[in-house]
Each structure stands twice: as C-alpha cells, then as structure tokens.
C-alpha cells in the first residue's frame, strides 16, 4: 500500500523567515496531495492541496510543489507568523473516495 | 455552518471496559471516515462509509473494534474489551457528495485506556 515519509520531524524557523516540509510517497497511483495543520486538541484542517497533473500551486504565503516523478511534494511557508505555530501533515490519496495515507507531521514552532 | 463534532472530547476507561464514540458530520454529508492518532503520530484510516454502507473497513485493527451509521448521518464507532495500545485520538471526517476532495475533520475523542 501508500506510504509517506515527512521529514523533518522538527522544524524551527525565525518569524518572518521562511520554512519547507518534503516529502515522498510511494504509490505512482496516487494523485491526489492534501497538507493538513493541526493545531493543539483540534483535528487537522486542510490548508492547500494539489493534484498530480499539477506541478505547483500558491495560496498567499503558502506554496506547494509536486515531482511526479520522483514522487517527492513540498510544502513552502513564507513570511512566517507566531500563529503558523502548528503540526503539518503531508498526506496522499488515489481515489476520491478513498482513505487519507498521513506522514508523520512536522512540529513547526515559529521563534519571535 | 457547523462542522463535523464529535463526543465525548475525552474518555477514560478501564482496560476491559467497552466505549462508544459518536461523530456527527456537517449536515449532507455523504461519506465519512474514521481514523486513530496516536501520540505524536499521523491519523491512521480505520474505515469508511458511504451513507449507511460501510465500503470499507480495513484499517480496523482487530474484531474488537466496530463501526457504524445506521441512517446514513450520525456514526458510532464501538471498541469492546478495550486495551492499553487503544488509547490514542479518534478523529471522524466528513465530506459532500458533490465538489473537491476535502475531508473535513473533527476535534476528535480522546481515549485514555487506564
């Protein structure tokens, strides 16, 4: 089955400045790339996604991009903020309605 | 409009004891899914329905464990003879028949088997 690794686990960045999450998936089937922010004792809301006849895609100060060959996709954050202070979730879908595959998050913390 | 909620917020429970959590998705929604957070780590996919029909159900780690939505809205999702390694967040997740690829999530239940 779909497999994601997201790396890195930790991630501190000086407000203002900017920070990346990578990362790989397994399955070429999948085409469907949703990042999700979950902040303390809440579920995870989607912040911006991509499909994989796209190779990138922007939102204000969030960016995506997608290596369909490489099965690599990343998530840019520019200008961060003290509320961007959260755990981000890459995840991986084939099928409209089929499960959520989740990598492990990334704990942002945003330094003032 | 509302979201998708979820209850209880927590839930204790003694190992051996059975524990039903309730999602209630954001009105029409037609599919909904169920997944477990542990600690620290991604959600992982439990099961899925498509108004009353459960299609699929292959991430429920054990008999233990049962899921359902009888009227195609509210879902249960039971765990019986609960264990230690079930303590973890219970997150349910909706979304329309119609549109995007969004689920929408809920603040989830968290159990804490003692």
């Known amino acids: 089955g779909e497999n994601v690794e997201q790396h890195p686990s930790t991630l501190s960045v000086q407000e203002g400045d900017s920070a990346v999450i990578k990362c790989t998936y397994s399955?070429?089937?999948?085409?469907?790339f949703p990042w999700y922010k979950q902040e303390l004792g809440k579920g995870p809301q989607l912040i911006i996604d991509i499909r994989s006849n796209v190779g990138e895609k922007k939102d204000q100060r969030i960016a995506v991009t997608l290596n369909k060959t490489a099965k690599h996709f990343s998530l840019h954050i520019t200008e961060t903020q003290p509320e961007d202070s959260a755990v981000y979730f890459c995840?991986?879908?084939?099928?409209?309605?089929?499960?959520?595959?989740f990598g492990k998050g990334t704990r942002l913390h945003i330094l003032p | 409009g509302a979201g998708v909620s979820q209850s209880p917020r927590y839930k204790v429970a003694k190992r051996g004891q059975d524990v039903a959590l309730r999602c209630d998705p954001i009105?029409?929604?037609?599919?909904l899914f169920w997944y477990q957070q542990a600690l620290g780590q991604g959600p992982e996919f439990l099961t899925y329905f498509q108004n009353e029909a459960q299609l699929d159900k292959s991430g429920l780690p054990s008999d233990r464990f049962f899921a359902e939505r009888p009227e195609g809205s509210v879902s249960t999702l039971k765990i019986q003879r609960t264990q230690q390694e079930d303590s973890a967040v219970y997150l349910c997740?909706?979304?329309?028949?119609?549109?995007?690829?969004?689920?929408?999530f809920g603040p989830g239940t968290r159990l804490t088997v003692l």
């Open positions: 009105s029409g929604h037609v599919s």
């Open positions: 995840a991986a879908t084939m099928n409209r309605d089929d499960k959520i595959i």
């Open positions: 997740a909706s979304r329309p028949l119609a549109g995007g690829r969004e689920q929408f």
């Open positions: 399955d070429s089937a999948s085409n469907y």
